[in-house]
C-alpha cells in the first residue's frame, strides 16, 4: 500500500481501517436491531452506540497508561486489556 503520502505506517492504517469497519458494522446493527437504553454497572442508561463510545475512549486510556507508566516495548498487552475491557463494557455496561 502506498500510504507514504499521508506518512502512515500499515499499523497506523489497519488501526483507522479497524475503527471504520466497527462503526460501519454498529451502524448495520443500529438499522436492522435500533438499541433502546438498558442500565448497566454505569452509572447512567446507555445504548449500544454510548458503551461503544466508552469503550474506544477506556481503550485509548489503556494504551496511553501502558505507554507511559511501564518500559514494555510491545502494545499487545493493552490491546488484549483492551478489548477484554471493550467485551466487558458492551455486554455489562
Same mark, same amino acid.
Given at each position: 500500500?502506498?500510504?507514504?503520502?499521508?506518512?502512515?505506517?500499515?499499523?497506523?492504517? @489497519?488501526?483507522?481501517?479497524?475503527?471504520?469497519?466497527?462503526?460501519?458494522?454498529?451502524?448495520?446493527?443500529?438499522?436492522?436491531?435500533?438499541?433502546?437504553?438498558?442500565?448497566?454497572?454505569?452509572?447512567?442508561?446507555?445504548?449500544?452506540?454510548?458503551?461503544?463510545?466508552?469503550?474506544?475512549? #477506556?481503550?485509548?486510556?489503556?494504551?496511553?497508561?501502558?505507554?507511559?507508566?511501564?518500559?514494555?516495548?510491545?502494545?499487545? @498487552?493493552? #490491546?488484549?486489556?483492551?478489548? #477484554?475491557?471493550? #467485551?466487558?463494557?458492551?455486554?455489562?455496561?
Amino acid at each position: 500500500m502506498d500510504l507514504e503520502w499521508m506518512a502512515w505506517t500499515q499499523v497506523t492504517a @489497519i488501526f483507522f481501517l479497524t475503527i471504520a469497519l466497527i462503526l460501519i458494522a454498529m451502524t448495520l446493527a443500529e438499522i436492522r436491531v435500533p438499541a433502546v437504553e438498558r442500565q448497566g454497572f454505569l452509572p447512567m442508561p446507555t445504548t449500544r452506540g454510548d458503551r461503544l463510545f466508552l469503550s474506544l475512549l #477506556l481503550a485509548a486510556f489503556i494504551h496511553l497508561g501502558f505507554v507511559a507508566f511501564t518500559d514494555v516495548h510491545t502494545l499487545w @498487552i493493552p #490491546l488484549a486489556v483492551s478489548v #477484554l475491557a471493550a #467485551l466487558v463494557m458492551m455486554r455489562f455496561g
